[in-house]
Antibody, heavy 126, light 112 residues
Framework: QVQLVESGGGLVKPGGSLRLSCAASGFSFSDYYMSWIRQAPGKGLEWLSYISTMSTYTNYADSVKGRFTISRDNAKNSLFLQMSSLRAEDTAVYYC???????????????????WGQGTPVTVSS | DIVMTQSPLSLPVTLGQPASFSCRSSQRLVYSDRSTYLSWFQQRPGQSPRRLIYKVSNRDSGVPDRFSGSGSGTDFTLKISRVEAEDVGVYYCMQGTQWPGTFGQGTKLEIK
């Protein structure tokens, strides 16, 4: 079945780095845009970044621009989020999501994520 | 960024009764292709979010037909015709007309 499984979360000190991974299965990974979304404890959802099918297009929310880098390996059906200069306010559950529709010039995701992973928690604390 | 505002924040509903969720955007969500990119997500307690509705009124596969979406411009509504126990959770609207896509703060559906 269609599945996304995140890993790599954990406890990290302020200023530190962490690399999240998302393993995809059950669908043709290279045919879809992919995204990272996070949810701070007791809070709502924040869309952080997306990457196009061939990694041509990426974009970031202002809150993580310059600190986080999204990437993918289509040969390994995997999505990544490299996070650096982490802050306490980055503490959240991080979800990867499959994007099923994009449009425009440049094309951006339009209808959110149709498949979500179970999330991986990241805690930034000294 | 486009700001999405949902109301109410909490919605107590009796089983079998209808429920209505409101979502308002700070800008019109009609894109240049004439489509309106407004989606609704459900997050049950302890679970990941799940998309219910995309492009205002299109139900995702497997979503019961008691869920319906409507609206235009800056005002949108998600309705549940008859609430069931499994519907408990937080409902979020999201706009995809402009990057970054932004979510509302959520409406928590509770059983009265």
């Amino acid at each position: 079945q269609v599945q996304l499984v995140e890993s790599g979360g954990g406890l990290v000190k302020p200023g530190g780095s962490l690399r999240l991974s998302c393993a995809a299965s059950g669908f043709s990974f290279s045919d879809y845009y992919m995204s990272w979304i996070r949810q701070a404890p007791g809070k709502g959802l924040e869309w952080l970044s997306y990457i196009s099918t061939m990694s041509t297009y990426t974009n970031y929310a202002d809150s993580v621009k310059g600190r986080f880098t999204i990437s993918r390996d289509n040969a390994k059906n995997s999505l990544f989020l490299q996070m650096s200069s982490l802050r306490a306010e980055d503490t959240a559950v991080y979800y990867c999501g499959r994007v099923d529709f994009w449009s425009g010039n440049p094309p951006i995701p339009r209808s959110g994520m149709d498949v979500w992973g179970q999330g991986t928690p990241v805690t930034v604390s000294s | 960024d486009i700001v999405m505002t949902q109301s109410p924040l909490s919605l107590p509903v009796t089983l079998g009764q209808p429920a209505s969720f409101s979502c308002r955007s700070s800008q019109r969500l009609v894109y240049s292709d004439r489509s309106t990119y407004l989606s609704w997500f459900q997050q049950r307690p302890g679970q990941s979010p799940r998309r219910l509705i995309y492009k205002v009124s299109n139900r995702d596969s497997g979503v019961p037909d008691r869920f319906s979406g409507s609206g235009s411009g800056t005002d949108f509504t998600l309705k549940i015709s008859r609430v069931e126990a499994e519907d408990v959770g937080v409902y979020y609207c999201m706009q995809g007309t402009q990057w970054p896509g932004t979510f509302g703060q959520g409406t928590k559906l509770e059983i009265k």
